[in-house]
């Protein structure tokens, strides 16, 4: 059984549709990657996954439940988690405040899995009192990362993890993004970098002009002389 289905959403801002029966399916432990161009309509799709958006037509299920219309809160309780492409991080907060927050829904004690974040993404452990906002790009977008899975959630969705990073910091996001899908958590991410997150990914959607254009294996994507020379840069 999917872990996800998007099944044919309409969804857009006010009357304008942006999304035209758009569908989507994750697995179980499937790293997804989303892929078109500007104005596709990728961070609409994110977002209506995360309950910011409200289907105008279609409808979406997780772990068997459908989760069609349900408020953000719910749904992040529900076991989806997430990290938009600005904004998210608390700037004014340390580190360590930052995944306090991550938690909050939690009753247990949260120490452990503090101590497990941090062991994925050493490099934030020795930051952990420093201000969220005083950190590099890739800082941050490893702390919204660790927020996230504070939760211990089943799906992760990332909205241009990579977005304004310096190239040599872009490899080792896609690092960590693949280790975290290695234990386990489904992901689908929207990139920018195509040729990386198709790289990465098990599978791959190709968005365009707001519908599903392609559907394949990241590898069969790539490969694709269509896709190359539509959405790739010809190369």
């Keep these: 059984m999917a872990l996800l289905e998007v099944q044919e959403v309409t969804v857009g801002y006010g ?9 989507l399916r994750v697995d179980p432990g499937e790293l997804v990657a989303i892929v078109g161009p500007n104005g596709a309509g990728k961070s609409t799709l994110m977002k209506t996954i995360a309950g910011l958006l409200r289907p105008q037509e279609g409808r979406i299920c997780f772990a068997g439940q459908d989760i069609t219309g349900w408020r953000p809160d ?10 938009p492409q600005t904004e998210n991080v608390f700037p004014s907060l340390t ?6 927050m991550g ?30 906002g005083s950190l590099s790009g890739g800082q941050r977008q490893m ?5 996230a899975l504070m939760l211990d959630p089943q799906l992760l969705l990332l909205d241009e993890p990579t977005a304004g990073l310096a190239p040599r910091l872009v490899g080792a996001i896609f690092d960590k993004i693949e280790e975290i899908n290695r234990s386990g958590v489904a992901m689908v991410i929207v990139e920018q970098n195509a040729r ?3 790289q990465r990914a098990h599978r791959g959607y190709v968005l365009a002009m707001g519908q599903n254009r392609y559907e394949d294996t990241g590898k069969a994507l790539l490969e694709n002389p269509e896709i190359r020379e539509l959405f790739l840069g010809g190369r």
């Design 74 to 83: 719910r749904i992040v309780r529900a076991g989806i988690c997430y990290v």
């Design 95 to 100: 580190v360590d405040e930052n995944l306090d």
């Design 15 to 23: 009357e304008l549709p942006i999304l035209h029966g758009v569908s």
């Design 196 to 198: 990386q997150a198709l």
């Design 103 to 132: 938690a909050f829904i939690r009753q247990d004690d949260i120490r452990p899995k503090k101590e497990a974040v941090y062991a994925l993404f050493p490099d934030l452990r020795a930051k952990r009192k420093a201000r969220a």
């Design 143 to 147: 702390v919204a990362m660790a927020r």
